[in-house]
């Protein structure tokens, strides 16, 4: 079935340290990718996303990759701050007229940003 | 993005018991989808909501145990049935997929005594 592993749990970082979380998903339809943050206590955001026809997205310090091949994409987030700390999910799915849509979490990322 | 509102924010209920969990957006949305966090673990989707047709359940979620309802295009329910301890998580809804991706209500903290 469709799965999405994240890599790694945990990562601790120093504040102004980049940070790197990867995912590789199962399903070879899947076409849209978004990443989600979530603050203690608080409900899924998105941060950012990327769409099979792009290679590469950047807001700012963030940005994603993705490899279609390998069906893997990472996040990546440069100049780390303490308010960066949270649990960032990754997650695939397929979009198009004809299907739902319907997300496919990884295992969720715990970052932990050290002053 | 949709404002999304679900209610009640959290409840803490007896086993055995029934609670239904509200989603109002304030915009219509075709689909609107019911996802399950349990304490520390990531999303799992438990249904998709479809006004005017019956939700679509993924694996290991039936129907007697997780009833959903689409009356319209900005309003869905789901309920928890014969809650055991074991049903204790943040119950989410979402909407999408449109030009944007999908956005989440802030949850429902459910806790099973």
Same mark, same amino acid.
């Given at each position: 079935?469709?799965?999405?592993?994240?890599?790694p749990?945990?990562?601790?970082?120093?504040?102004?340290?980049?940070?790197?979380?990867?995912?590789?998903?199962?399903?070879s339809?899947?076409?849209?990718?978004?990443?989600?943050?979530?603050?203690?206590?608080?409900?899924?955001?998105?941060?950012?996303d990327?769409?099979?026809?792009?290679g590469?997205?950047?807001?700012?310090?963030?940005?994603v990759?993705?490899?279609? *091949?390998?069906?893997?994409?990472?996040?990546?987030? *440069?100049?780390?701050?303490?308010e960066?700390?949270?649990?960032?999910?990754?997650?695939?799915?397929?979009?198009?007229?004809?299907? *739902?849509?319907k997300?496919?979490?990884?295992?969720?990322?715990?970052?932990?940003?050290?002053? | 993005?949709?404002?999304?509102?679900?209610?009640?924010?959290?409840?803490? !209920?007896?086993? $055995? &018991?029934?609670?239904?969990?509200? !989603?109002?957006?304030?915009?219509?949305? &075709?689909?609107?989808?019911?996802?399950?966090?349990?304490?520390?673990?990531?999303?799992?989707?438990?249904?998709?909501?479809?006004?005017?047709?019956?939700? &679509?359940?993924?694996?290991g979620?039936?129907?007697?145990?997780?009833?959903?309802?689409?009356?319209?295009?900005?309003?869905?329910?789901? &309920?928890v049935?014969?809650?055991?301890?074991?049903?204790?998580?943040?119950?989410?809804?979402?909407?999408?997929? $449109?030009p944007?991706?999908?956005?989440?209500?802030?949850?429902?903290?459910?806790?099973?005594?």
């Amino acid at each position: 079935g469709e799965n999405v592993e994240q890599h790694p749990s945990t990562l601790s970082v120093q504040e102004g340290d980049s940070a790197v979380i990867k995912c590789t998903y199962s399903d070879s339809a899947s076409n849209y990718f978004p990443w989600y943050k979530q603050e203690l206590g608080k409900r899924p955001q998105l941060i950012i996303d990327i769409r099979s026809n792009v290679g590469e997205k950047k807001d700012q310090r963030i940005a994603v990759t993705l490899n279609k *091949t390998a069906k893997h994409f990472s996040l990546h987030i *440069t100049e780390t701050q303490p308010e960066d700390s949270a649990v960032y999910f990754c997650a695939a799915s397929r979009r198009g007229s004809s299907n *739902t849509g319907k997300l496919i979490f990884g295992q969720g990322t715990t970052l932990q940003v050290k002053p | 993005s949709a404002v999304i509102s679900q209610k009640p924010s959290r409840d803490i !209920c007896q086993r $055995g &018991t029934s609670l239904t969990i509200q !989603c109002q957006v304030d915009s219509q949305v &075709t689909m609107m989808f019911w996802y399950r966090q349990q304490p520390g673990q990531s999303l799992t989707l438990i249904a998709t909501a479809n006004q005017g047709s019956e939700a &679509t359940y993924e694996s290991g979620f039936v129907i007697d145990k997780f009833p959903i309802s689409r009356p319209n295009l900005t309003f869905s329910t789901l &309920t928890v049935s014969n809650m055991s301890p074991e049903d204790s998580s943040i119950y989410l809804c979402s909407v999408g997929p $449109g030009p944007s991706s999908q956005h989440f209500g802030d949850g429902t903290r459910l806790s099973i005594l």
